[in-house]
């Protein structure tokens, strides 16, 4: 069955650092979400993707966030200059389209440790 | 508004026993309500949803009740397993309008079935 992939695992640096998280969305799905869940808190949206533009983005993804396809299978999450309350637990999630009703495939996430 | 309000945040029940999780809504235009499972290292993957012009979805052992005067819908687990042990999202959308629709997710309960 296809699934979502996204590295790594665990990404740990140092604040004030650039991050990349990498997402291989499954195939021939064309929405394209982030999520983050800080330890012990709920999962919340930060931003979604479709035909290489922001569709819609929350409150939390400020202009430190940015995201982008490079090429026809990655999605890719950056952090500019990573602060500590950036540590969270980061999903990638995508879906076929972008109705409520079609379901959001999710990654196993990439944990974030920013020291 | 947009808070999605879950309870209990941990729960432990027998083998065979009957889980209840709540969830709660204040944004009225939330139109579609997914119930999400997340196994250990795995991201919260779809288990069932429900739409508020029915009060109750069934799916073998789950079952979402919804009853939209109160704004309040439940995930009711029969028969539960050891292998059910995980931790269960509500959370929330909306069906009209725009597409990309983000989920908004309660805080997660941590289902814990004793053998």
């Known amino acids: 069955e296809p699934e979502v992939t996204q590295t790594p695992s665990h990404q740990v640096t140092q604040m004030g650092q650039e991050v990349i998280l990498r997402c291989v969305p499954i195939?021939?799905?064309?929405?394209f979400y982030w999520y983050r869940q800080i330890l012990g808190q709920k999962v919340e949206f930060l931003v979604s993707f479709y035909n290489n533009e922001i569709s819609e983005k929350s409150e939390i993804f400020d202009d430190q966030f940015s995201v982008e396809r490079p090429d026809g299978s990655n999605f890719t999450l950056k952090i500019r200059s990573t602060k500590l309350e950036d540590s969270a637990m980061y999903f990638c999630?995508?879906?076929?389209?972008?109705?409520?009703?079609?379901?959001?495939?999710f990654g196993p996430g990439t944990r974030l440790t920013v020291l | 508004q947009q808070q999605v309000k879950q309870s209990p945040q941990s729960l432990i029940v027998q083998k065979g026993g009957i889980s209840i999780i709540n969830c709660a809504y204040e944004n009225t235009a939330f139109d579609y309500f997914p119930w999400y499972q997340q196994f250990p290292g795995k991201g919260p993957a779809l288990l069932i949803a429900i739409r508020p012009d029915v009060s109750e979805k069934k799916e073998g052992r789950f079952t979402i009740s919804f009853n939209k005067s109160a704004k309040q819908f439940s995930l009711h687990i029969m028969d539960s397993q050891p292998g059910d042990s995980a931790t269960y999202f509500c959370?929330?959308?909306?069906?009209?309008?725009?597409?990309?629709?983000?989920?908004?997710f309660g805080s997660g309960t941590q289902l814990t079935v004793l053998p």
């Open positions: 959370a929330a959308t909306l069906i009209s309008s725009g597409s990309a629709r983000q989920l908004t």
């Open positions: 195939s021939n799905h064309l929405y």
């Open positions: 999630a995508s879906s076929t389209q972008g109705r409520a009703t079609d379901t959001q495939y």
